[in-house]
């Protein structure tokens, strides 16, 4: 009788110790309230009320524990969805609560039933782990463990639709008021609710743990200043983009090299807290602009990279066009009356077998180009390059 409330209990426990450490996420409080509310509810109705006090008059602790039941479902629920970013469908929460509140007073007071309160009560649970299966099911599962908390969530609409029924057509009932602690149906409750209960457990602390693994693995990748990629988050996620383009369809893509113009002049005329800003400043506009295909990252003081895959070169062009016209008077109130910044941008397109290195080669060459005629504009390379190079070798020869 110990087993449930013991596990709940400890459940309960191991989340709100990793809530203490992670309160950003509400919903591991979630978990730990509806685990510790499942242990209450198992302790008063196999202990307290069997061994310590005396019963409530018309077994009136049967409607608080089977509620507390019902509500510890809720909120396990809600821890689950919210690992996901969804959130509980409130109006079947308050009718699936009202219809199983009736039902328990029903067939506690008016027509007592065993059956019929076991029926109603597993409905009603049915239906909240029903909910988290139907919300579930259109979710990207990058992860194993996504469907294996998938799968529990259907084990639990088993647990809560088909054992009783089952139940029932083998046992033909589920016991009296006064040996219901002996019958079959509690035993298998005795059973199966520990090993969903561990399962549900075990399988969101460990969607908790890749969560946070990954979290630590982009916060090492991403720079804080710019809230893009450091260079070498840009390194390995772009290198990975360009090989996909490559050996998948054959698409194209390119890569666009920028740099804020005069950047030295503004951090030693303003200092490097307005420095900062045009860079955090500028990196939003950058993250603003990118779709989910492209990979931006910061690559040096001033200067970032955003790799386009499937964009030929003019498109790409005006793709950088759009960054270098950044809306610097839309932010003018976080910036001194003075600073004007503008960027110079190079664009280079890839071709079979380059490798990013390569790219950013001549990505540099385009920007260089383009600080060269002026600055706060766009340059591509192979137009304004080739030509120099081509007086170069005239000039050369004569």
């Known amino acids: 009788m110990l087993l449930n409330p013991g596990i709940g209990a400890l459940l309960s426990g191991a989340f709100g110790l990793l809530w203490l450490s992670q309160r950003g996420k509400t919903y591991i409080l979630y978990a730990a309230a509806g685990y510790g509310l499942n242990a209450a ?26 509620l507390m039941f019902l509500f510890s479902g809720w909120l396990l629920a809600a821890a689950v969805l919210g690992r996901y970013g969804r959130r509980p469908h409130f109006p079947v929460m308050a009718i699936t609560t009202a219809a199983a509140a ?70 033909g009932g589920f016991g009296s008021g006064a040996n219901f602690q002996h019958s079959l149906y509690w035993t298998t409750v005795q059973f199966t609710q520990p090993l969903i209960a561990i399962a549900l457990a075990l399988t969101l602390m460990v969607a908790i743990a890749i969560d946070l693994i990954e979290q630590l693995r982009q916060e090492a990748r991403t720079d804080k200043l710019s809230g893009l990629l450091n260079r070498g988050g840009f390194e390995a996620a772009a290198t990975a ?15 666009i090299i920028a740099d804020l113009d005069h950047f030295k002049q503004i951090n030693d005329t303003f200092g490097h807290s307005v420095g900062d800003a045009v860079i955090g400043l500028f990196g939003r506009h950058i993250g603003a602009m990118c779709g989910e295909e492209m990979v931006a990252g910061r690559i040096g003081g001033e200067e970032f990279a955003v790799l386009l895959p499937g964009h030929e070169i003019q498109a790409a ?46 990505a540099d060459e385009a920007l260089y180009d383009a600080k060269k005629a002026g600055r706060d504009q766009v340059r591509l390379f192979g137009t304004r390059a080739a030509a120099t190079r081509a007086l170069d070798l005239i000039w050369t020869k004569s």
Not at 43 to 52: E, K, S, T
Not at 58 to 66: A, F
Not at 135 to 142: E, H
Not at 241 to 255: E, K, M
Request: aromatic share 8%; glycine share 6%; with cysteine.
């Open 241 to 255: 983009a360009l090989r996909r383009c490559q050996t998948g369809n054959g698409l194209p893509a390119c890569l």
């Open 102 to 171: 009736l039902a328990l007073v029903w067939f506690l007071l008016v027509q007592p039933s065993v059956v019929g309160r076991i029926l109603s009560m597993n409905a009603a649970l049915g239906v909240v782990t029903l909910m988290i299966v139907v919300k579930l099911f259109p979710v990207r599962k990058k992860h194993l463990i996504d469907r294996l908390i998938f799968a529990v969530a259907i084990l639990s609409v088993a647990n809560y639709v088909a054992r009783p029924l089952i139940i029932l057509a083998l046992a």
């Open 41 to 66: 509810a198992f302790f008063i109705q196999d202990i307290v009320f069997q061994y310590l006090v005396t019963p409530l008059p018309d077994s009136g602790e049967r409607l608080v524990t089977n």
């Open 317 to 362: 062009r005006l793709f950088a066009e759009s960054l270098r016209a950044c809306p610097w008077d839309y932010w003018s109130g976080m910036l001194p009356p003075k600073v004007a910044p503008s960027v110079s941008i190079g664009v280079c397109a890839a071709w079979p077998g380059a490798d990013l290195h390569a790219l950013m080669n001549q």
